[in-house]
Nanobody, 125 residues
């Protein structure tokens, strides 16, 4: 069992930046691919980005390409999501998730094995 903890959310103006972090509680997750998802009120959980366990493969949703960057530091047991040029439509609860059997393009929540509780990101216009 892997328990994930997200941090770094908050309130930011449009055009601003935030960096989210995801770390496991109590064990390493360097052997897992990690993804970020987001969910706005009344909407389905949406894929944002994913990174392989080595960091050598990354995958982004079209809506965040060129603005968001996913990375990981396995020595620190942490995955990051750098979010730049934020827009009001990026407002959501952001979740990180771990995937033991990553195919390189896993972008559906059902493909991920463990989840955090989420962190709120609010972008004001």
């Amino acid at each position: 069992q892997v328990q994930l903890v997200e941090s770094g959310g908050g309130l930011v103006q449009a055009g601003g930046s935030l960096r989210l972090s995801c770390a496991p509680s109590g064990r390493t997750f360097s052997s897992y691919a990690t993804g970020w998802f987001r969910q706005a009120p009344g909407k389905d959980r949406q894929f944002v980005a994913a990174i392989s366990w080595s960091g050598g493969s990354v995958h982004y949703a079209n809506s965040v390409k060129g603005r968001f960057t996913i990375s990981r530091d396995n020595a620190k047991n942490t995955v990051y999501l750098q979010m730049n040029s934020l827009k009001p439509e990026d407002t959501a609860v952001y979740y990180c998730a771990a995937d033991l059997y990553y195919s390189g393009s896993d972008d559906h929540p059902d493909e991920y094995d463990y989840w955090g509780l989420g962190t709120q990101v609010t972008v004001s216009s």
